[in-house]
C-alpha cells in the first residue's frame, strides 16, 4: 500500500514539534501506553510498520522494543477529528510497559468492572435469536 | 467509596498544569477521545464520576456532555507507570465526539482488520472444553 504521506498536513503538532499517540492492543483493545511522536516518527512507522516514537527524556527517535525485543507491529493508524492525536493498533510482543506489565496502565484510582463481554455477547445473541425464531 | 485525594501527588502534569487521559468505553472498548485534566477536573471527576475535563480552547472546566447530553458516567480511573497519563473507562452516553461520530478517531490512515472476537473467543473456548473432556 502506497504510504500517504498528506497525514502529515492533517497533523496538528504541539510547540515542540510532538502528537500524543495512544497505543492499543489490536486483538484485547487494551490501552496499552501513550508515546509521543514527530514528523519522523510517523513517517517511519508507517513505512516499517513498526511502534516508533519520540522519546522526550531522550529526544530521540525511540523505535519500541529494539532494545528490549517487545516491538510493536502496528496494523492500524488513525487520528482524531482535529487531528492533535494519534490513535496506534498494533500487536505487542510481550510486553509494552519497561516495568514488566503488560499495559502501562496498571495503577488503579477507581478499578473498572471486570469484563465478561465473550459471555454476555454471547447469552444476548442466543437471547436475540430465541427471540426471532 | 472514599476518594484519594493522594492521587494528585502521583500525577505529574506538564508545564500548563495538565495531563492527557485517554477515553475509552468500558463496554466496548473502544478509544473514544483524548481530553486533558488539570487538578480541578480530577477531583470533579473522582467526586461527581462524570467526565470532566479542562478545555484548552476555552481555558475552563468542562463537564462533557453538559450542553449535548453526551455524558460519560466513569467507572475506572487509571494512570500510568510514570504518572503522565490518565485512562478513563465510560459508559458513554450518545456519542462522545462532536462531529456526531461514537469515536473522534474515525480518520484512518491504516484501516485495522475488522475484529471478529466474539466469534473467534467463543471457538477458542469450545475447543478447550472440548480438549479438556
Redesign the interface.
Known sequence: ?AI?RN?LE?ITFDDQGLV?A?V?D??????L??AYMNNEAIMTT?ET?RGVYYSRSRQELWVKGSTSGNTQH?????????GD?I?L?VEQTGVA???G?KS??????????K?Q??IN??YA?IRERKESM
Open positions: 500500500m500517504d497525514i492533517r500524543p495512544i492499543q489490536v486483538k484485547t483493545k487494551e490501552v501506553m501513550l508507517l510498520k502496528v496494523v492500524g493508524l488513525s487520528y482524531d477529528c482535529d492525536t490513535l493498533q510497559c519497561h516495568t506489565e502501562c496502565f496498571f495503577t488503579n484510582v477507581i478499578q473498572a468492572p469484563k463481554d465473550v455477547e454471547l445473541l
